[in-house]
């Protein structure tokens, strides 16, 4: 249903509704003309959180043709009902804008869960090639030239810590077959030999343009592959199908709608996964609001001339797949473009950029001694004149950059492109995504606010835990570590901060990550050694957590006149929860339970409780 395009004319008794649709252009018109009639639906005697711009509170709202018609009181919402509407009485029950994932990989999300897996755990070498092993022997008829991908290794929880995990680590195994170690943070693989030789890569193969080919003795490939190498091994693996890229699509949504996520941003958002959820939407199955950023890659671009190129490329898929604006009816959209400016800082990966170098281990195992490398690595990914080139291109053709920034180099370095941004671009509404920001110098705090960057945050991340201790504290050194994951103070610093889950580099699990924004501590039940709070960040408090996850992130993309808040005029995304979010004892919010998910008035999911 469009009711955007159903046009009448309003009459003169109208001016309240009026006012709206003027302010939402002709699709409020479509509202204005209908105001008078009963709604479809009517919620009551909850607890709504707004999210509007006063955070105001309501027991009541009211939807009509996918959208929102009243929000306010109960007693006001009365006149909303006729014979045909349906009341829900929400006996005091928590009522909140849909949540919206500004930065996911749902397909790759999706399809890991159907595939051979080490499920995020901490895991000793014996019980990784145990249970990688376990995987080969249920399927006894693959031949030797199948690919075995195993997904969900969480590198920097090996036990004992940073212990070595090679190509020896899978050769061995019992098998023929090419395998290949996925690293659940997506910046690193391991290859077996066998999967090295059908690669290709041996001790003459060059590292490639942003990534590192890791060696042993003499140069020899020891199966480790950094960032952009990690494609030297991923280009002989079958693509998924696209029947198997529709199936990982739906078991997306599914795991979505089940944890109230009603939009989404595709943040590797290529042909593939767009022609996936394409599939699912002619069905009728799609139940979040798609949206996706195609990726331009550094190898792609490497002078001023190539980026125009690579911009016109993603601009020709943005007009292939994009529907239009957004409409009740969960759509596609392909307004995004998304930029690597580096991997990630957590040892031993090390791929982020930063300002100043790693340090490294000069002594010994048992006696460390950790002084700076001599020389800053890696770079960032794009030279500065690309870099631009790219922004101000992606602008021009109507789109929003989506960088991926995690070291303190490569957000200085991105503000910087902003900054030549926005002095190409005066007052144009582009709003660029930095996805991650784990580390950020504290004098670019301020420029996030300066620039109207928008910090895109994981806040699961923002907690003790192998990752953030043992992963950055002999690296980064002291100084850094007490400063990772800085949102308290950019929020501080009136950064529009939004959240995305970065799924499936950690489990879909929203509501901890609600909860970690706001505790910086690890769950309940955790090892000893991640206890208490994460560095000196002060957090964020409870109702900005929710701020981050509905209307900043619907800010993010571009979509805050339609989404993100219960407003009139508004499409009616809303979730029922079990508890008030804002007000409940922050460790309570991971157990939150989604009672009902709506997305443009209709239900997509019903615990069957409510
Ligand atoms: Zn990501």
């Known amino acids: 249903m469009q009711s955007n395009q159903k046009r009448s004319r309003p009459s003169g008794t109208r001016v309240a509704a009026l006012a709206v649709g003027l302010a939402?252009?002709?699709?409020?018109?479509?509202?204005?003309?209908?105001?008078?009639?009963?709604?479809?639906?009517?919620?009551?005697?909850?607890?709504?959180?707004?999210?509007?711009?006063?955070?105001?509170?309501?027991?009541?709202?009211?939807?009509?043709?996918?959208?929102?018609?009243?929000?306010?009181?109960?007693?006001?919402?009365?006149?909303?009902?006729?014979?045909?509407t349906k009341v829900i009485d929400l006996k005091g029950r928590t009522v909140l804008p849909g949540l919206i994932d500004g930065h996911m990989h749902p397909v790759a999300g999706g399809l890991d869960l159907l595939k051979c897996s080490l499920k995020y755990e901490p895991l000793t070498v014996p019980q990784v090639q145990e249970r990688i092993?376990?995987?080969?022997?249920?399927?006894?008829?693959?031949?030797?030239?199948?690919w075995l991908e195993v997904v969900g290794w969480f590198r920097y929880g090996i036990i004992p810590r940073g212990t070595p995990v090679t190509s020896a680590t899978l050769d061995a195994l019992h098998t023929k077959r090419p395998i290949v170690l996925h690293d659940s943070f997506g910046h690193s693989s391991i290859a077996n030999s066998r999967a090295l030789a059908l690669a290709g890569i041996t001790a003459q193969s060059q590292d490639p343009s942003g990534g590192r080919i890791g060696r042993g003795a003499a140069g020899a490939p020891d199966?480790?592959?950094?960032?952009?190498?990690?494609?030297?091994?991923?280009?002989?693996?079958?693509?998924?199908?696209?029947?198997?890229?529709?199936?990982?699509?739906?078991?997306?949504?599914?795991?979505?709608?089940?944890?109230?996520?009603?939009s989404f941003l595709d943040a590797i958002g290529n042909p593939p996964?767009?022609?996936?959820?394409?599939?699912?939407?002619?069905?009728?199955?799609?139940?979040?609001?798609?949206?996706?950023?195609?990726?331009i890659r550094p190898a792609e671009v490497p002078n001023v001339e190539a980026a125009r190129k690579a911009v016109a490329r993603v601009a020709a898929i943005s007009r292939r797949y994009d529907q239009g604006g957004i409409r009740p009816a969960p759509s596609l959209?392909?307004?995004?473009?998304?930029?690597?400016?580096?991997?990630?800082?957590?040892?031993?990966?090390?791929?982020?950029?930063?300002?100043?170098?790693?340090?490294?281990?000069?002594?010994?195992?048992?006696?460390?001694?950790?002084?700076?490398?001599?020389?800053?690595?890696?770079?960032?990914?794009?030279?500065?004149?690309?870099?631009?080139?790219?922004?101000i291109g992606i602008a021009r053709?109507?789109?929003?950059?989506?960088?991926?920034?995690?070291?303190?180099?490569?957000?200085r370095a991105a503000l910087d492109g902003v900054q030549r941004l926005r002095a190409a671009l005066p007052g144009d509404d582009v709003r660029p995504g930095f996805a991650h920001c784990e580390l950020v110098d504290p004098a670019d705090y301020d420029r996030f606010a300066?620039?109207?960057?928008?910090?895109?945050?994981?806040?699961?991340?923002?907690?003790?835990?192998?990752?953030?201790?043992?992963?950055?504290?002999?690296?980064?050194?002291?100084a850094r570590e007490a400063i990772i994951e800085p949102a308290g103070v950019l929020l501080a610093k009136h950064a529009r901060i939004a959240f995305g889950s970065d799924w499936p580099v950690d489990p879909l699990d929203e509501w901890f990550a609600l909860q970690v924004g706001v505790t910086r501590e690890a769950r309940a039940g955790h090892s000893p050694e991640y206890s208490g709070r994460l560095g000196s960040d002060p957090g964020l408090p409870q109702d900005f957590v929710v701020r981050a996850i509905t209307?900043?992130?619907?800010?993010?993309?571009?979509?805050?006149?339609?989404?993100?808040?219960?407003?009139?005029?508004?499409f009616a995304d809303l979730i029922v929860i079990d508890r008030d979010v804002e007000h409940v004892a922050p460790k309570d919010i991971a157990a939150t339970k989604v009672l009902r998910t709506v997305v443009g008035g209709r239900a997509v999911y019903d615990s069957g409780e409510l």
Not at 133 to 146: F, N, S
Not at 554 to 568: M, P
């Open 24 to 84: 939402l252009g002709s699709t409020g018109a479509a509202l204005a003309a209908d105001a008078a009639a009963p709604a479809d639906t009517v919620y009551r005697g909850g607890t709504i959180h707004t999210i509007d711009a006063h955070d105001t509170l309501a027991q009541a709202i009211a939807i009509k043709d996918g959208r929102i018609a009243y929000v306010g009181p109960d007693a006001g919402v009365q006149g909303q009902i006729g014979p045909a």
């Open 133 to 146: 092993q376990k995987c080969l022997d249920e399927k006894p008829a693959a031949g030797a030239d199948e």
């Open 223 to 262: 199966g480790v592959l950094e960032d952009a190498a990690q494609e030297l091994v991923g280009e002989k693996i079958p693509k998924p199908t696209p029947e198997q890229a529709v199936a990982g699509a739906r078991a997306a949504l599914d795991a979505m709608r089940r944890q109230g996520v009603t």
């Open 273 to 295: 996964d767009i022609e996936a959820f394409a599939a699912v939407e002619k069905s009728g199955g799609l139940t979040a609001r798609a949206h996706f950023a195609p990726l």
């Open 333 to 391: 959209t392909v307004r995004h473009v998304k930029l690597f400016m580096d991997g990630v800082i957590n040892a031993p990966a090390n791929t982020g950029a930063l300002l100043a170098p790693y340090l490294e281990n000069h002594g010994t195992a048992s006696a460390p001694k950790w002084e700076p490398a001599p020389r800053r690595e890696p770079e960032v990914y794009f030279p500065a004149p690309v870099l631009a080139e790219l922004l």
């Open 397 to 411: 053709n109507h789109m929003d950059p989506h960088l991926h920034t995690d070291g303190d180099g490569a957000v």
């Open 450 to 478: 300066d620039l109207n960057v928008i910090p895109v945050l994981s806040f699961q991340w923002e907690k003790p835990a192998p990752d953030t201790i043992e992963g950055t504290i002999n690296t980064l050194g002291a």
């Open 551 to 570: 209307a900043n992130a619907a800010y993010e993309l571009h979509e805050d006149r339609f989404i993100g808040s219960l407003e009139v005029g508004k």
